[in-house]
């Protein structure tokens, strides 16, 4: 029978308490480095299952468990939502502790930890570009931080519950989501807002469809998906937002990855239909058959842009098993399955 997953991204999340004996800063000597990507893993907050980073290093075959506690002597805190490697560091946006954890690349040493107050908290997306990261913030704003100083210069105002967000060119767009008024049928939640880099603000809003949650861009192309509201009358279905504003329908699709001229999706409906899996080629738009095996339940892709190896997490027995994350070639051959930790919703490579 098919596992239905928690609705994370719309639904109303408790935070439980992430606590820590010990938050001494590790010694030279007991510093690890690591290789690969991470995968991040939200927990389950009803079974208080804390939040954690896996590193899986493909090139050994090996997985490492709760490095950025190894790393730090905490907790990473709970439900982190989304990563991203700029530069020397890793940005680390972690929703429920509405914290932004930036630690070095390759030992996940903490450098600094924001703590989000005020208007402009419970960060979702990230992305980056000229020596600024740009965060989404659950209630209504994105935040710009400057690299150098590593503090956030300026907030702005976007749509309700802004999710991820891109980069394509001069332009950073935001899904604003409006998740939270799920019981209202996301009512304001039709658009992505198109901000100007230049100056941060936010030039317009375009109408994408219902509950927006997902964006990617390769620099230039910008697809999106609009989630619906999870049944089989209103799905998941992928847009393109071309140069000129306008929105292309594509087809079905509930996750995506991107890299170069290859779009990775994987439609996984909360309603019980088939999973499909596919390979959209950007410049031609034909789609080409990719189906990953050892699929339970998918509930993240990756790609890696330096070998094009993908990776899938999959649901356990359970919410509050680990997930596993399955290794494939670029064509989607399996090549080996790693243990990770409690829903791992998101990569970072």
């Known amino acids: 029978m098919k596992l239905h997953r ?14 820590s004996d010990d938050k001494d800063e590790p010694t030279a000597e007991e510093t690890v480095t690591y290789k690969g990507i991470f995968a991040l893993n939200q927990g389950n907050m ?7 980073i896996t590193n899986i290093d493909y090139e050994k075959g090996e997985a490492f468990q709760n490095v950025f506690q190894e790393a730090n002597r905490r ?34 040493v903490s450098e600094k ?18 020596g600024k990261v740009y965060m989404s913030l659950y209630d209504g704003y994105v935040a710009r931080l400057d690299t150098t100083s590593l503090s956030i210069e300026s907030k702005i105002k976007v749509g309700p519950n802004p999710d991820q967000i891109a980069i394509a060119g001069d332009y950073l767009y935001v899904t604003n989501s409006d998740g939270m008024n799920y019981l209202n049928q996301y009512a ?37 998906i609009a989630m619906g509201d999870y049944t089989a009358a209103n799905p998941a279905m992928l847009k393109r937002i071309n140069a000129d504003d306008t929105v292309e329908p594509l087809f079905n699709a509930s996750m995506m990855a991107i890299n170069g001229d290859k779009l990775y999706t994987v439609h996984s409906p ?6 499909t899996y596919s390979i959209y080629q950007i410049s031609s738009g034909t789609s080409t058959p990719f189906t990953p095996s050892e699929i339970v ?53």
Do not use: W
């Open 75 to 108: 907790l990473v805190g709970d439900t982190p939502q989304d990563g991203i490697i700029y530069g020397s560091k890793m940005y680390i946006a972690v929703y429920l502790s509405s914290t932004l954890e930036i630690v070095d690349k390759n030992t996940l």
């Open 6 to 19: 928690l609705i994370l991204a719309a639904l109303p999340l408790l935070a439980f308490t992430s606590c």
């Open 297 to 349: 339940s998918p509930q993240a892709i990756g790609v890696d842009p330096a070998t094009g190896k993908v990776f899938i997490s999959t649901m356990g027995g359970s919410y509050s098993d680990p997930c596993s994350v399955n290794e494939y070639t670029a064509s989607g051959s399996f090549v080996r399955s790693y243990e990770s930790g409690v829903y791992t919703a998101a990569f970072v490579i």
């Open 188 to 224: 304001n939640g039709y658009t992505v807002s198109k901000i100007r880099l230049s100056d941060f603000s936010e030039e317009k809003r375009i109408e994408v469809g219902m509950n927006p949650t997902k964006i990617v861009s390769n620099g230039t192309d910008v697809f999106v």
């Open 270 to 275: 909360f309603y019980e239909a088939p999973t």
């Open 113 to 130: 930890t924001i703590k989000l107050t005020g208007e402009g908290i419970e960060p979702r997306g990230l992305a980056a570009k000229d």
């Open 46 to 52: 009803n079974d208080n299952i804390p939040g954690s």
